[in-house]
Each structure stands twice: as C-alpha cells, then as structure tokens.
C-alpha cells in the first residue's frame, strides 16, 4: 500500500494578514499572488490526485481554483472541512479579547469553554473525526487491502468513534518527505483535501496519538502530507517538520 494525502491549508486573506479570527465567516483571498499560492501552484502542478475534496468556504474553494482550476469542477465540496465556528469572536483578533475572561479559558483549555454562539470543542472534533475516518474507508479502497495496517479494526464504522483510540498509530507516519525505496510504487495514490488550519492540525493529532492539536502548524497555502504504510514495510527514519 502507498497512499498518501495532501493536507493544503487555503491561501491568505485580509483577516490571516490581520490577525483576526475566521472561522465560518466566508471571506475571499486576497487578490492575485497576494493570496501566498504561487508556490503552492508550483507544487501542485502535473500531479495526479485520486479524490480531491474541499472546505465549502470561499478561501477554500479559491485555492483550489487557484492553485489547481482543472480539479474544481470534480472536487467535493464538505461543510465538515470548514474551520471551527468561533461565533461572536470572528472578526476579532487576541487583542481585542484577551481581557474576555471567557476568552482566556478558552485560551487555556479549549475543551473547558465554548466561544459565544460558536462551536464547542467537542462538536467540532466530532465532525473532523467523521470526515476523516471516511477519508480512511476511502483510503483502505485504494488501498485495495482488507485493513490499512493489517487489523482487524473497522474503518468504515469511525464516524461515531474517537479515532485515537481506535487508529493503530504505526499505520500512520508523518513525514516532511519520504524516500522512494526499492518496496515503494514509483508513483504513490493521493488524496487532495483543501481545508483550514485547525481541522489539519486536528486530523494530524487524531491519527498521532503522541501528536497534540498544537503540533503542526500550517501556513497559509501550505501543505501537510500523510504517508500510509503497511505494517512491516522499512521503517522511514522521521525528519524535523517543515511548516
């Protein structure tokens, strides 16, 4: 099995440059090259993708036209790939909020307070876990194996299920490149997800148990891949992230 996917966070727009709070609020890149895609372009180019899959929000969606306008028109476009609702403090910057107690709880412990009118911590890693394990079952199909690591777990059930507990993390590796080897198919099935900064970071920690939400940080217009490998292939020595 050599599966990969393409995790690739949307490019700029006014409120990143600003420091502001996004969430569901569906703003527009910044025009042009301003919008930090023309390396992500240059990455994308001639590669060839199985499935592409995209956040319904606008950021979202022009990055992909941007960077790669032959895979609009077949790609799905998931609401459960949007950024967390971050209600009434969308638009605001930490500035702005620091001296909101509320605020600083959630600051400290996301899982403890919920933004005003937004999404609770629960709520939005239940969504995540379930586009993510249909990202699995999908993943397994191209695999064209009866379990990602040789497992008996099933994939296909993860919608309802935290996948931490349910993922064997040696399936799973994430690495800034991988050298080919000679076990390794010279061009490798990918998956495309266009999506925002936090679902990455949350799906790398879903798959990673040793991973929390706060380790892998994606710029804008940047990617994040993740490598699938069955249990018993060489072992790939693990570099520094590269974000």
């Known amino acids: 099995m050599n599966v990969e996917w393409w995790l690739v966070r949307h490019g700029l727009t006014a409120w990143n440059a600003e420091r502001r709070y996004q969430g569901h609020s569906d703003l527009p890149l910044l025009p042009g090259e301003a919008s930090g895609l023309a390396e992500l372009r240059r990455e994308l180019a001639g590669v060839d993708f199985a499935a592409v899959y995209v956040s319904d929000l606008r950021r979202c969606r022009e990055t992909l036209a941007w960077a790669r306008p032959d895979l609009l028109d077949g790609a799905q476009q998931d609401p459960r790939l949007r950024e967390m609702n971050f209600g009434r403090w969308e638009g605001q910057t930490y500035e702005m ?84 080897t000679a076990s390794q198919p010279l061009e490798p099935t990918r998956l495309l997800i266009v999506t925002h900064g936090g679902v990455i970071s949350l799906i790398c920690s879903l798959l990673q148990p040793n991973l929390s939400f706060w380790d892998t940080r994606v710029g804008p217009g940047g990617v994040k891949r993740l490598y699938f490998r069955e249990e018993g292939e060489p072992e790939v020595e693990k570099e520094a992230y590269d974000e």
């Open 97 to 180: 909020l620091k001296d909101n107690e509320r605020y600083r709880t959630w600051i400290d412990d996301p899982q403890a307070a919920t933004p005003p009118d937004g999404e609770s911590w629960q709520a939005f890693e239940a969504r995540v876990s379930g586009v993510c394990g249909e990202f699995l079952t999908r993943t397994e199909a191209l695999a064209g194996s009866d379990s990602i690591s040789n497992s008996n777990s099933s994939f296909g059930s993860l919608a309802n299920v935290r996948l931490r507990e349910t993922f064997p993390p040696s399936a799973v590796r994430l690495y800034p490149s991988l050298p080919l």
